[in-house]
């Protein structure tokens, strides 16, 4: 278990679109919320450089986080990042407070293993293509990933892994699973390159285009009866 990340926020007494405002004009503070766990939504200010800093490591987006205000820690989650649209910059960030007895929906990434070494990469000439790069998971707080590994060493052209393969640990269960049918989305799979597969579909077109021709010319060269 990684160490968990802490980040130190200032209470401010006052929320709403206006106070948030006033903070995002200067450009060392980002306004946030935390709610959730049966206690009133709390609002506060951070320092931009330090979330600057906490978005440098993976676990900010899908581990418990500790949150300091006025000498208080509570356990969280990261909820939502507000970016600005021209300029990406954070400006309003959301937390989740996290309760040890509930089951909480978090975003999990997924490392893939073995790349480099996969059979329909290093021996056929193909490429693995990432459909998803994270998922998301339900499960008790103690049970939350760090990350999920997905080994493609074995994986030659024409396999393919959904989330229904994943081999997930004890506790844990797919959000998009759990939504029915036509929900088992394509994760990685490992094919030829587009403009190879295209070749190979015209090399095979012209063979079987040829075999025709070589038909054709058998036929006209058969006797037919008035000639005989």
């Known amino acids: 278990m990684p160490e968990m990340l802490t980040i130190d926020a200032i209470k401010r007494e006052t929320g709403g679109t206006a106070g948030a405002r006033r903070i995002r004009r200067s450009d060392d503070q980002v306004p946030g919320v935390v709610y959730g766990g049966d206690e009133p939504p709390v609002h506060f200010q951070l320092e931009y450089r330090r979330v600057a800093k906490v978005m440098e490591d993976e676990q900010f987006f899908s581990q418990i986080v500790s949150l300091n205000m006025e000498n208080e820690s509570q356990r969280v989650v990261l909820r939502e990042?507000?970016?600005h649209p021209a300029t990406d910059k954070v400006i309003h960030i959301d937390f989740l407070r996290v309760s040890e007895d509930r089951e909480l929906n978090v975003m999990i990434p997924l490392h893939f293993l073995n790349e480099e070494?996969?059979?329909?990469?290093?021996?056929?000439g193909g490429v693995a293509s990432r459909n998803l790069n994270e998922v998301e998971v339900s499960c008790l707080p103690r049970?939350?990933?760090?990350?999920?590994?997905?080994?493609?060493?074995?994986m030659d052209i024409?396999?393919?892994?959904?989330?229904s393969d994943l081999d997930?640990?004890?506790?844990?269960?797919?959000?998009?699973?759990?939504?029915?049918d036509g929900h088992d989305d394509l994760i990685v799979n490992v094919h030829m390159p587009r403009g190879m597969a295209l070749d190979e579909e015209?090399?095979?077109?012209?063979?079987?285009?040829?075999?025709?021709?070589t038909d054709?010319?058998?036929?006209a060269d058969e006797p037919t009866e008035e000639s005989e």
Do not use: K, W
């Open 216 to 219: 054709e010319d058998a036929d």
């Open 143 to 154: 049970d939350l990933p760090e990350f999920i590994e997905i080994d493609l060493e074995d």
């Open 117 to 124: 070494e996969c059979i329909g990469v290093r021996l056929n």
């Open 158 to 163: 024409g396999d393919s892994v959904h989330l």
């Open 168 to 180: 997930l640990p004890d506790g844990i269960s797919l959000v998009a699973m759990t939504r029915g």
């Open 202 to 213: 015209e090399e095979v077109e012209a063979d079987e285009e040829e075999g025709l021709e």
């Open 81 to 83: 990042l507000q970016r």
